[in-house]
């Protein structure tokens, strides 16, 4: 009798079932990663509609880089393989927003966009507008990743 009690007791009641994306509810930082890992997804995104439609809106990217040597290798290299590289580009910033979403691979997409942002900076004085307040976000969403809240908000 004893083991078809414990038997019973394995099946969970259809009020104690788990409900479908109830791992994702569960996740303390579902908000930080929601937002970084839309934002990288939009990113790839964008990327990739606009590499398809104008192409030539890449042209001039580097041209505001504060190092010479960047701008002359996007026009070597980049420019003449637009198609290709900004496709591969897109997939990387795909890859990175579907690693934040996910929780099993998480901290390895955060390295991947704090690695991006870092790499941004390369393109001009601007784009420390962008990244450094993304990359002290980046820290605090580790450092909720890490260590994080006791109590779950219900949502």
Do not use: K
């Not at 788990?18 to 908000?31: I, K, V």
């Not at 691979?105 to 990244?131: D, I, K, N, Q």
């Amino acid at each position: 009798m004893t083991s078809v009690h414990s038997a019973a007791q394995a099946v969970p009641a259809p009020d104690q079932a788990p409900r479908r994306g109830h791992r994702f509810r569960s996740d303390p930082n579902r908000r930080w990663a929601l937002g970084f890992g839309g934002l990288f997804l939009a990113g790839g995104v964008a990327n990739l509609m606009l590499v398809l439609l104008v192409p030539h809106a890449y042209d001039n990217f580097a041209d505001a880089s504060y190092w010479p040597f960047v701008t002359h290798a996007w026009h070597s290299v980049v420019v003449p393989n637009v198609q290709s590289l900004i496709t591969l580009l897109a997939v990387f910033e795909l890859t990175t927003g579907v690693l934040i979403l996910g929780r099993r691979h998480r901290c390895l997409g955060m390295a991947a966009a704090a690695t991006f942002s870092v790499a941004l900076t390369l393109f001009g004085w601007g784009f420390f507008f962008w990244s450094v307040p993304t990359l002290a976000l980046l820290g605090r969403f580790a450092i909720r990743e890490r260590h994080p809240p006791v109590d779950v908000d219900p949502i």
